[in-house]
């Protein structure tokens, strides 16, 4: 009965967190990289979380990660090779989404 209880719990709190990250998340981040990418799994292209884990103590993190979406490629992913600029994300766009991105890890 008690591991129910912290299994339902667990599960619970995994969802609360799911949707908080979901909404902390950039517009563009829904509108332009959610067609390839999702926060907590590999669709296309990774997922943001395994980004973030990539990145995992790099204070440039955010920077890097700009700079990979400006450019576009696969990153040593082996997922797919992402278009510069994602889906015509403007600067401030991935300026944006890169430190969202960076964030996830702390």
Known sequence: MKSTIVSIVATISLIIAGTSLAADM??????KCGTCHAIDK??????????????????????KIAANITKGGSFDWKLGKMPPKGLGANDADIKAMSEYIAGLAK
């Open 42 to 63: 590999k669709t296309i292209g990774p997922s943001y979380m395994d980004i973030s884990a990539k990145y995992k103590g790099d204070n440039d993190a955010a920077s």
């Open 26 to 31: 950039p517009t563009a981040g829904k509108a």
